[in-house]
């Protein structure tokens, strides 16, 4: 089986990250949620699926999964 991170932003300021799993195609969890103080304005997921990078107003943050 493979495991897949996927990372979602909300109005909220809220990063959500949910594993899914390809041998159980039903099952999502919720692995990791985090607000921040700044609005999230894009998300871009690495192909490995262990890095993201987060882009606000001011900053630009990279993050290991």
Same mark, same amino acid.
């Given at each position: 089986f493979k495991e897949i991170n996927i990372v979602?932003?909300?109005?909220d300021r809220s990063i959500r990250i949910w594993s899914y799993n390809t041998s159980n195609s039903d099952i999502i969890k919720l692995e990791i949620c985090?607000?921040?103080y700044d609005e999230v304005l894009a998300l871009a997921l690495h192909a490995?699926? @262990?890095y993201f990078v987060a882009s606000f @107003?001011?900053?630009?943050r990279f993050y290991n999964i």
């Open positions: 979602t932003s909300g109005i985090e607000t921040t490995s699926g @262990n @107003n001011s900053k630009v």
